[in-house]
């Protein structure tokens, strides 16, 4: 069965640092790797995906994703963090493509940036 | 170009009582998923609807139920509530082979 381990409920970075937020997978198929934001009192929003071909994905405001086979890992990660990146933020992954398959969901981390 | 839109916002329900919570999906989308995400927890998998009809379920009780209407909305229906279905419902809607699109959500409590 698929599942999916997010290291650290809470991270915090100061504006300007790195921001690294870990993801590990479990898929007896081929992965299909996703990542979301959720703002307060918000939905969920697509920040990047993996399906296939280059391992590395860039996605919107300035995240990238590096999916590792040998790993299991699809981490995040964000060269400088801004206030507004402020949110709590969710890896899934998915047997098929997202439309098809259900996406199984890690806890979630939640990221603070201090000024 | 409206998103997946949800209503109601929020809503207030009692032990043992029905709740019906309705959900658009984005234009030129034919699938919808619900999702159920309690405080704290990252968003569990409900049902999915293609075609009118429910292709996948995650592991609900049957007092879990839907629907898919022809213009492609749908509707998440839960029976006989109990205060540990309280929680964020969340609607996605999407086209096939495509990435899903998430909706605001309905906060449901239950008292």
């Known amino acids: 069965a698929q599942s999916v381990t997010q290291l650290g409920s809470h991270v915090s970075v100061s504006e300007g640092a790195l921001v690294l937020l870990r993801c590990n997978y479990s898929?007896?198929?081929?992965?299909?790797l996703f990542w979301y934001v959720q703002y307060p009192n918000q939905g969920l929003q697509l920040l990047l995906k993996y399906t296939t071909g280059a391992t590395l994905v860039k996605g919107i405001n300035g995240f990238e994703a590096e999916f590792k086979k040998s790993e299991t890992s699809f981490h995040l990660t964000k060269p400088s963090a801004h206030m507004s990146d402020a949110a709590e933020y969710f890896c899934?992954?998915?047997?098929?493509?997202?439309?098809?398959?259900?996406?199984?969901f890690g806890k979630g981390t939640k990221l603070s940036v201090k000024p | 170009d409206a998103g997946v839109t949800q209503s109601p916002t929020h809503l207030i329900k009692t032990r043992g009582q029905q709740v019906t919570l309705r959900c658009s999906p984005k234009?030129?989308?034919?699938?919808v998923s619900w999702y159920q995400q309690a405080l704290g927890q990252g968003p569990q998998f409900i049902f999915q609807?293609?075609?009118?009809?429910?292709?996948q379920r995650g592991n609900f009780p049957d007092r879990f139920s839907g629907h898919q209407f022809p213009n492609y909305s749908s509707e998440l229906n839960v029976n006989a509530l109990l205060l540990g279905d309280s929680a964020l419902y969340l609607c996605?809607?999407?086209?096939?082979?495509?990435?899903?699109?998430f909706g605001p959500g309905t906060r449901l409590t239950v008292t």
């Open positions: 609807y293609y075609e009118e009809e429910e292709r």
């Open positions: 898929s007896s198929v081929p992965p299909y």
């Open positions: 899934a992954v998915s047997d098929y493509g997202g439309s098809q398959g259900n996406l199984i």
């Open positions: 996605a809607s999407s086209r096939e082979h495509y990435e899903q699109y």
């Open positions: 234009s030129g989308h034919d699938t």
